[in-house]
T-cell receptor, first 114, second 109 residues
Framework: IAGITQAPTSQILAAGRRMTLRCTQD?????MYWYRQDLGLGLRLIHY???????GKGEVPDGYSVSRANTDDFPLTLASAVPSQTSVYFC?????????????FGPGTRLTVL | GQNIDQPTEMTATEGAIVQINCTYQ??????LFWYQQHAGEAPTFLSY??LDGLEEKGRFSSFLSRSKGYSYLLLKELQMKDSASYLC??????????WGAGTKLIIKP
């Protein structure tokens, strides 16, 4: 792999179901992020991790959880999906963990909750 | 609250020049990014400004005025492939990125 990969590419999910979005990077970046992007709104930060073993809450964390067991992987879990979580989800990383560095984005996961 | 304003949509002609403005009101300022996002794709980095002035990079330039809370992205010699959304993002006092909603740029032949 080169860069950041996300899986699945798209998913339709029934409300109330549990879902994990996967994100893997092979650039050995320290910091990783999960965003959601909705029409007419900017990217909104859900959760972030400045380094393996640590995580933090972003602007819209409710209904989502993350883990960072190692440098490469940063899965996002929706414990019980609701229709308002229908969105495009982007995973991103940056090398030094500083916000001065550009963020590299994965291709995104388009999630529809019915 | 924190706010970043960009025009929702702009139209320009192939070969012309277009300026996309971004104004911001944030708790602190530690730099401003511009990203390009083609429809259905991920954002990709264009530029980063932390000091006042103009940064030029090929056909794209980015300007910052911290005292005015203002930046613009200047695209010259427009090409059809420049049709995309352009996202402005500010690094706030907590070193988090605050994103604007983006400007959709339509290029016409």
């Amino acid at each position: 792999i080169a860069g950041i990969t996300q899986a699945p590419t798209s998913q339709i999910l029934a409300a109330g179901r549990r879902m994990t979005l996967r994100c893997t990077q092979d650039m050995r970046h320290n910091a990783m992020y999960w965003y959601r992007q909705d029409l007419g709104l900017g990217l909104r930060l859900i959760h972030y991790s400045n380094t393996a073993g640590t995580t933090g809450k972003g602007e819209v964390p409710d209904g989502y959880s993350v883990s960072r067991a190692n440098t490469d992987d940063f899965p996002l879990t929706l414990a019980s999906a609701v229709p308002s979580q229908t969105s495009v989800y982007f995973c991103a990383s940056n090398p030094g963990g500083s916000s001065y560095n550009e963020q590299f984005f994965g291709p995104g996961t388009r999630l529809t909750v019915l | 609250g924190q706010n970043i304003d960009q025009p929702t949509e702009m139209t320009a002609t192939e070969g012309a020049i277009v300026q996309i403005n971004c104004t911001y009101q944030t708790s602190g300022f530690n730099g401003l990014f511009w990203y390009q996002q083609h429809a259905g794709e991920a954002p990709t980095f264009l530029s980063y400004n932390v000091l006042d002035g103009l940064e030029e990079k090929g056909r794209f330039s980015s300007f910052l005025s911290r005292s005015k809370g203002y930046s613009y992205l200047l695209l010259k010699e427009l090409q059809m492939k420049d049709s995309a959304s352009y996202l402005c993002a500010v690094v706030d006092s907590n070193y988090q990125l605050i994103w604007g909603a983006g400007t959709k740029l339509i290029i016409k032949p």
